[in-house]
């Protein structure tokens, strides 16, 4: 999926899902609007719904729908968690060693591309760190020759790298260091990832597919919508129970904004060649 996206100067939104009404709120936009998917669950997520909940959730989609719909693992951090998920069929994992030292980063995304390669499936790293916007906590930016390095040292699928972005809501627009991510695409050849990409301008976010970004995770951007429509339908219809009627504005509205989003990403109608 990624290699056609790079090959065909687009994006792969990579959605956060956190249970079946967000999966298939993201789902419906993907397919409405005939875009590759990517389903990405963070370990949270596998802790509160369950390794082989989610991918069934992710297996049913993949088989019902016209579209490329892939699970991925989002900022795993530990070998047994992906060994869990790789074991049930997952194809695309991320091993997050970027809290860690060059050294120990290069060591367990070596031992995750290894492990992976035995259940024919791709590994995403990441390489620099994205600041935490909600616990202020700062990124470091990724090193363009480190990249190189990295990328060579651990045969590693697809590179999330950091040039600016956060997880979380911005209260300022954030400067993007365009110059750097052209930098890394020149010294490496795999797909490149951005994170953090919820409440970026579209200018920006296609400035970064222009240079070489062609996977794009979105959750802040998704979660918001959904959220703010579900409370206030609440506050609407205190004595309504039903959770098949109060959910269905909340999905709505969240399908509207991964729609939104597929069409900055420039994915829509790429859902070719399955």
């Known amino acids: 999926m990624l290699l056609k996206a790079q090959s065909e100067g687009y994006a792969v939104p990579a959605f956060n899902a956190q249970n079946l009404e967000t999966a298939q709120s993201i789902i419906e936009a993907a397919v409405d609007m005939q875009s590759p998917l990517i389903l990405a ?8 719904a369950g390794h082989a909940y989610i991918h069934a959730i992710a297996k ?10 892939a699970l991925h693992l989002d900022h ?12 049930l069929g997952t ?65 590693v699928d697809s590179l999330a790298v950091a040039i600016g972005t956060g ?10 260091d365009f ?17 953090g990409a ?17 996977k794009v995770n979105v959750s802040t951007e998704l979660k918001v919508p959904f959220t703010d429509a579900l409370r206030e339908y609440l506050i609407e219809h205190p004595k309504e129970s039903d959770i098949r009627i109060y959910m269905q504005r909340a999905k709505a ?18 859902a070719t060649g399955r």
Request: negative net charge.
């Open 41 to 48: 669950v963070t370990p949270s997520t596998m802790k509160y």
């Open 60 to 69: 049913v989609a993949a088989q019902s729908n016209d579209i490329p719909i």
């Open 76 to 87: 795993h951090e530990t070998i047994d968690s992906i060994q869990t998920s790789l074991t």
């Open 91 to 155: 194809k695309s994992v991320m091993i997050d060693g970027s809290h860690k030292s060059l050294e120990d980063n290069i060591a367990i995304t070596k031992k995750v591309v290894s492990l992976a390669q035995t259940y024919d499936a791709s590994v995403e790293a990441e390489l620099g760190r994205f600041g935490n916007l909600k616990d202020g906590i700062e990124g470091q930016y990724t090193d363009p020759g480190v990249a190189a390095e990295f990328v060579r040292e651990t045969n």
């Open 167 to 176: 997880h979380g809501v911005y209260d300022v627009e954030p400067v993007l």
């Open 179 to 195: 110059e750097r991510l052209e930098a890394i695409r020149g010294n490496v050849s795999v797909p490149l990832v951005l994170h």
């Open 198 to 214: 919820s409440g970026l301008s579209k200018e920006d976010l296609q400035t970064c597919i222009s240079l070489g970004v062609t």
């Open 253 to 270: 509205e969240m399908k509207e904004a991964a729609m939104n989003k597929i069409s900055e990403c420039l994915s829509e109608g790429k």
